[in-house]
C-alpha cells in the first residue's frame, strides 16, 4: 500500500508478548507501552520480521479439551475485503498470526450488534489456535471519544472514569459470552504518545496539514484512498463523528489531531493541547504492538468505511511498507431488514438478552448464520437457539451419565468400525467448514449425525446391544466436546448448564419450579382419572410458553421447548 519512497528509520516495538500456557484462563494480560524516545528520532514502525516476534515461541497452540490441534498446514481459506474474494492465509511469520480487531467505544453497555463482532472474531482465533498457530490477538478500547465525553458531561462524571467503568461491564459480557481475552487490549489513553508519534510523522511526510491547532489527514495526497470500500473519492463524505469543517482542504480530509475544547480531557502535543481523532488510534496502537506488517484486521462490515478506509491511509502515510495481508469484516445484526445500532436506537444490549436466555443460546443464535451474512434478531431464532443448546447437553449429559457407571480403565482401547467412521466424517466435515471461510453453520448442521448416533446408543434397544457400546459413546463424547470448544459453546459442566437453560425458561413463561411440578402433578391425577380433556390442556398451555413434558416408564419430567406459537411462526417462515 502507498507509492512512498522515503529513506526511513525503524522505530522499536514493544517488548515479546508472554503468553499464558493457560488457554481457558480469563486473566487478561495488562501491558503497559513503553514510553517514545522524547528524540522522536524513529520514521516508522517495525515490521514483525524486523524486530523480536510480539508471540513467545513457548505458547502451545493448544485448544482446551484438544489433544491435537490441527497442523498448521491445513489450508485456511478467507474472504479479504481488499481483494473481494476467498484467499488462502498465508502469515507473514510462518506458524504464527498477528490479528488485530477494532474494539468497543465505552460509553454504554454493549448491544449484541457488538456481540457478533467479537464472537466472530473469538471463533476465528480459536480456530486459528486449533490449527496450530500462535497467536497475538490485540483488541483496543477506544476510552477517549466524542460520544464518551458527551455521555459524561450528561451524567456529570469523568469521561476517563465512565470509560473505565463500561470497559469492565464489556470485559463481563465477553466473559458470560465465552470469549477468551485477548491477548493484549490496549486503551487509548495509555498510548497518547504512539499517537502524536505517528502524527508527527504523517506530517513530516507531507499527507497531513496543521489548521488553528488541528491536524488534518489530506487524501488527496493518497491516490489509493478508497482501495478498501471500492468508493470514489468524489463520493465521499465527510469522516464519521466529525462535522463537516470549512477549514478543511477537501471535505473528505479527516481529523488526527482535535485541539482541545473547554470540559473536554486534553493532552499536550506539538500542535497544542488537544486530543486524538478516532481513526488514529487503531494504526497507532495496532503498529505499537504488531508492527505495521501484520497479518489480520477485522471489526464489522460498518468500519470499512471510514474508519478502515482512513487508517489504511495514515498507516501508509507514516510508513510506506504498512501492509496487512487480511481485511476480515463480519456482517450486521439487523432488525426489521434495519442495522442494529445505538444511534438508531434499535438495539438489545446484551446484559438484556441474557435475562433471558443462556448466553450459549446467545453466541449459537450470533454463528448459526455465516459470519458475513446480515442476521435478522428475533425472538423464534433465539428460542431456537436455546431449544439446540438444551438439545446437545442434554445428550452429552446423558452420555456422561451412562459412562460414569463404569471404570474408565474398563474401557476397551478400541472402538467400532461404524464409530470411527462417524467420527472420522464428522472431524473432516469440521476442519473443511471451518477451513472455508469459517462456515459455522454447516459444523453446527454435522453436529446432529453423532449427537443421533450417542442417542440412539443409549436409548434404542438395537443401540444398547452394540458391541463396545460404552467405547464409541466415550469417543463420540470426546469429539463431540473438541468441536464445541473450538466454537467457544463448552462449558464446565453439562448439568450446571442444564439447569440453567431450565431457569432461563421458566423465567420467560414467568412460572417458578414448584408450579411446573404442580401441574405436572394435575395432569397426572387427570389421567389416572381419566379425564385426558382436562391432561391435554395442561400440556398444551405448558407447550404454549416453552414446557414441554417428557412422559416416560419412570413418570413424567420437563425440558424448555419452542413455544407452541413460535413453533407455527418458524414453519411457517421455513
Known sequence: MGSLILTLKCYKPLASIKFSPFINSFHTLQLRPPKPNNRRVFRCFSTLNSSPNVIDDKSNGKTDGDDKPASASTQLWLYNTMSRKRELFKPKVEGKVGMYVCGVTAYDLSHIGHA????????????????????????NFTDV??????????????PISLSRRYCEEFHQDMVDLHCLPPSVEPRVSDHMPHIIDMITQILDNGFAYRVDGDVYFCVDKFPEYGQLSGRKLE??????????????????????????????????????????????????????????SFDIHGGGMDLVFPHHENEIAQSCAACNNSHISYWIHNGFVTIDSEKMSKSLGNFFTIRQVMELYHPLAL??????????????????????????????????????????????????????????TSINKFHNDFLASMSDDLHTTVVLAALSDPLKTINDLLHTRKGKKQAMRLESLAALEKTIRNVLTVLGLMSTGYSEVLLQLKEKALKRANLTEDQVLQRIEDRTVARKNKEYEKSDAIRKDLAAVGIALMDSPVGTTWRPALPLALQEQAVATS
Not at 474398563?410 to 470411527?420: E, G, H, N, Y
Request: aromatic share 12%.
Open 235 to 292: 463520493d465521499n463524505r465527510a469522516g464519521e463523528r466529525v462535522a463537516v469543517d470549512s477549514r478543511k482542504k477537501n471535505p473528505a480530509d479527516f481529523a488526527l489531531w482535535k485541539s482541545a475544547k473547554e470540559g473536554e480531557p486534553f493532552w499536550e502535543s506539538p500542535w497544542g493541547p488537544g486530543r486524538p481523532g478516532w481513526h488514529i488510534e487503531c494504526s497507532a496502537m495496532s503498529a505499537a504492538y504488531l508492527g505495521h
Open 145 to 158: 471519544d466524542d460520544k464518551i465525553i458527551a455521555r459524561a458531561n450528561e451524567l456529570g462524571e469523568d
Open 116 to 139: 457478533r463482532v467479537y464472537v466472530t472474531f473469538d471463533v476465528l482465533y480459536r480456530y486459528l489456535r486449533h490449527l496450530g498457530y500462535e497467536v497475538c490477538y490485540v483488541r
Open 363 to 420: 453466541r449459537l443464535f450470533l454463528i448459526g448464520t455465516h459470519y458475513r451474512s446480515p442476521i435478522n434478531y428475533s425472538v423464534v431464532q433465539l428460542e431456537s437457539a436455546s431449544e439446540r443448546i438444551f438439545y446437545i447437553y442434554q445428550t452429552l449429559h446423558d452420555c456422561e451419565k451412562a459412562l460414569s457407571l463404569l471404570d474408565a480403565a474398563a474401557l476397551k482401547d478400541s472402538i467400532p468400525p461404524d464409530t470411527v
